[in-house]
């Protein structure tokens, strides 16, 4: 029933039965870090040290190992840090019940922890099967916050954790935070006496943008949601310098692959294909782009990069890596052009853009060959390499710098914090971006960690620019423009 309630959200999410069945196999390669212990943590009855079991983690007793992987994480997320601090008094979000729905690692829990000291209560569950930290959720659930998440949750669990974050007797979630639209898509079709009573909701995923869109455009967006993946500060660091770095890091970790005159091909040149591309260049790969958007494209050629079709360069390349957001980017036809030893991986957010299903059929043999690296090997003997199912490279096979998270964390908690505090009428039922000014505080927030001093402007040069001296610096439809190859 739950895989069958909307077709098309099952299209989104590729929710296959036999990837359930792969995630649900004792014999699989583990994806847990604690391999001896298979039990489901469904089946466990856990307790924190104050008496609750409103919650769902794979060890509660790897709590102090958690706590200390948060306390790192906060060295290098000060501007969400000095929010809290500056915040703390007047507790903006005291009422706020918010529900949220994320990759659960330690900055995430920096922010979560932030959202609970400004006033809020939250439940939370993972955006990915794959990239949650078991200690960090542990150290949540160990100070009261309701988690449900572990590492290498089948697609059942998933759904199931989003469920009892959301249905619990005597609180009702008035707030959402989600990054991909699960969530919120789940309040909406299983409990829209709820959806009809949140009072925001705040997004930082491409994919779930696209479905917000697409519900407003439809007339059944019935709160205002806030974009905070188009925000400039979201866009221009975890989109493309965070990108830029963690590519490298997630393509080393698992197949320790030498970069050097590799022949690549990026899909889609938005922020991430930017980022990985610069990147992969520097190391001197030789790396081709596919885009639909003209204007993308001509921006890859500006910086040096061939734009091509998959099908005219599939049988040469070296790796295929996926930043479009959309579906069949890479289809079985071209998966079976693929020349033996050809690297696969996706970046984008969704898991829908390798066609993954497509491989689970009799002929093809899968071997796990480590942890979230699988072989498949056709009749002849070839073998292309798969990373993480297809699903998120950086977060399920790496780590993302502290700092890049803290940018886009600190936007979301600014989010919330307007969203549930607006006046009536200021936001109507659609999606908004972030205000430009709120889009600079996140900025100048974190100008301290480099010692970065701003250079203020005279009355006089203010009246002639017609600007006010605090900002906003810019209009809304100002672009802050990179150059995707600076890095070199």
């Not at 790897?62 to 929010?83: C, K, N, T, V, Y």
């Not at 930043?323 to 069949?328: A, E, I, M, R, V």
């Amino acid at each position: 029933a739950i895989l069958n309630f909307t077709s098309n959200h099952s299209e989104l999410l590729c929710l296959q039965l036999n990837t359930v069945s792969l995630c649900a196999d004792p014999t699989a390669a583990s994806y847990t870090d604690s391999s001896d212990d298979e039990t489901s943590p469904r089946e466990k009855t856990q307790v924190n040290s104050k008496g609750s079991s409103d919650f769902c983690v794979k060890n509660i007793k790897q709590a102090e190992f958690g706590r200390r992987e948060i306390e790192i994480a906060e060295q290098d997320m000060s501007a969400l840090i000095s929010l809290r601090k500056r915040a703390q008094g007047e507790k903006p979000l005291a009422g706020a019940k918010v529900v949220g729905c994320t990759h659960i690692t330690a900055q995430t829990a920096v922010l979560i922890e932030t959202l609970v000291a400004l006033g809020a209560q939250c439940r939370w569950t993972a955006c990915n099967i794959y990239s949650t930290q078991n200690e960090v959720a542990a150290a949540l659930a160990e100070i009261g916050v309701a988690v449900f998440a572990w590492k290498g949750e089948s697609e059942d669990d998933f759904w199931w954790c989003i469920d009892r974050c959301v249905n619990t007797e005597g609180w009702q979630a008035n707030m959402i935070l989600d990054d991909g639209g699960d969530l919120t898509h789940w309040v909406y079709k299983k409990y829209p006496s709820v959806f009809k009573k949140v009072q925001g909701i705040v997004e930082e995923s491409v994919t779930g943008v696209h479905r917000l869109y697409q519900l407003s455009k439809a007339g059944k967006l019935c709160v205002p949601a806030m974009n905070v993946n188009d925000s400039v500060t979201k866009q221009k660091f975890d989109n493309l310098y965070c990108c830029r770095e963690s590519i490298l890091d997630g393509l080393k970790r698992t197949t320790d692959v030498m970069f050097g005159g590799k022949q690549v091909v990026v899909c889609g040149y938005g922020e991430v294909g930017k980022g990985c591309c610069s990147a992969l260049k520097a190391l001197g790969a030789i790396v081709c782009v596919t885009e639909i958007d003209p204007i993308c494209a001509l921006q890859a050629c500006m910086d040096g990069f061939k734009v091509v079709k998959l099908n005219e360069v599939v049988r040469h390349m070296d790796m295929v890596i996926t930043c479009t957001g959309n579906k069949n980017v890479v289809t079985r036809e071209q998966l079976d052009r693929m020349k033996n030893g050809c690297i696969v991986c996706n970046m984008g957010h969704s898991n829908t853009e390798i066609d993954v299903a497509s491989l689970r059929t009799p002929e093809l043999t899968w071997e796990r060959v480590r942890s979230q690296v699988d072989h498949i090997i056709w009749p002849d003997g070839k073998r292309v390499i798969l990373l993480a199912e297809g699903r998120l490279l950086n977060l399920s096979c790496s780590t993302v710098p502290s700092f890049v998270l803290s940018i886009t964390a600190t936007t979301q908690a600014l989010a919330l914090i307007e969203l549930y505090n607006a006046p009536e009428g200021r936001y109507r039922q659609d999606v908004y971006l972030l205000p430009k000014k709120m889009d600079e505080y996140v900025a100048s927030l974190h100008l301290p960690n480099f010692d970065a001093h701003l250079t203020e402007l005279s009355d006089e040069q203010a009246k002639y620019m017609g600007l006010n001296k605090n900002g906003p610096f810019k209009p809304n439809y100002y672009r802050y423009q990179h150059h995707s190859t600076q890095s070199e």
